[in-house]
């Protein structure tokens, strides 16, 4: 096994960087949940962004799957650490699999991160899209009471 595959991925899979998770019911949290129907393998992949830059501050995983997978998802949460959201959505699946050197039978396990990180994305814009804005003192006096 050890002679198919390149020395980063077998270093991100006996080392994986950044596992865990995080409190999705937090605002300033994005996760992503994907999975991949070929093989069954399921990746989920959370950011926490930092709403007055941008800029994903924190990122964990938890992955369910083959050793590329789980090396993808590992090298995804470092690669996208202290990027904001437009250059972390540009990290392709070639550019993850071109790094770990996966062979083509592997693709689909960097395609998961890819997605994983994009579905973070999303879920954290939606969420953003969703609550009220987060208003200091000075704002007070446009808090809405309700009437009747
Ligand atoms: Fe399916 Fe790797 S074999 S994600």
Redesign the pocket.
């Known amino acids: 096994l050890s002679r198919s595959y390149d020395p980063k991925v077998i270093e991100h899979f006996e080392n994986p960087r950044n596992v865990g998770t995080l409190d999705r019911k937090s605002a300033d949290v994005g996760t992503g949940l994907v999975g991949?129907p070929?093989?069954g393998?399921v990746m989920r992949l959370s950011i926490r962004v930092d709403p007055a830059t941008g800029q994903i501050v924190e990122s964990v995983f938890k992955t369910f799957?083959?050793g590329?997978?789980i090396a993808s998802s590992s090298f995804a949460t470092e690669t996208i650490k202290g990027k904001r959201l437009e250059e972390a959505l540009k990290i392709s699946n070639r550019q993850i699999a071109s790094e770990l050197k996966l062979p083509p039978v592997?693709l689909?396990?960097s395609m998961?991160a890819e997605d994983a990180i994009k579905a973070a994305i999303a879920d954290y814009r939606k969420k953003q899209a969703a609550a009220p804005r987060a208003q200091g003192p000075a704002a007070a006096s446009t808090t809405q009471e309700a009437s009747g």
């Open positions: 991949a070929a093989c393998d799957g083959c590329s997978a592997k689909h396990c998961l």
